[in-house]
């Protein structure tokens, strides 16, 4: 699933051991035998064997379009239930990402938020 690759990235001194991902299945083999927490910020990040798959459905939509800031300002300009999916007519966040507002980078941003709501299965944001 990559959580011990996360949290390498936000906690520099983790050095948690990461492992590998089965071909066939996708699914991890629980490298990491300890659940250990670290503060982060104001908050604490926890990383835990326990987990080998990961969803969203208990996630608003509204919320994960929040988490993505740049995109949540763009989308100010959105006509009203805009889905900001490909096909969306006039979505305020494509075409400023196709302009090159967010540069090349925003063309990952916004291609990682829509297979993220695609994921979820909304029709509105
Ligand atoms: N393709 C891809 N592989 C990743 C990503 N994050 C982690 N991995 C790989 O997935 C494997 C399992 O990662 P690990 O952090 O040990 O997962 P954990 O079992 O959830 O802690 C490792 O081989 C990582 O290099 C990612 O975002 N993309
Ligand atoms: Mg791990
Ligand atoms: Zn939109």
């Known amino acids: 699933m990559g ?3 996360l949290v390498n990235a936000l906690v520099p ?3 948690r051991a990461v492992g ?3 071909a066939v299945t996708g699914r991890g083999r629980h490298t ?3 659940t250990i927490s670290y503060r982060v910020g104001s908050g604490w990040v926890v990383d835990t064997p326990g987990v080998r798959s990961f969803g969203l459905g208990h996630i608003d939509p509204s919320k994960i379009l929040a988490s993505f800031t740049d995109l949540a300002t763009l989308a100010e300009e959105c006509p009203r239930g805009c889905t900001h999916l490909p ?3 006039d ?3 494509a ?3 196709t302009a090159g507002a967010l540069g090349e980078v925003g063309k990952l941003r916004l291609d990682s938020f ?3 709501i695609t994921t979820l299965g909304s029709t509105s944001v």
């Open 3 to 5: 959580k011990s690759t």
């Open 13 to 15: 001194d983790a050095n």
């Open 20 to 22: 590998h991902v089965n």
């Open 32 to 34: 990491s035998s300890s």
């Open 87 to 89: 096909d969306a007519p």
């Open 91 to 93: 979505c305020a966040i």
């Open 95 to 97: 075409e400023a990402v």
């Open 114 to 116: 829509q297979r993220l």
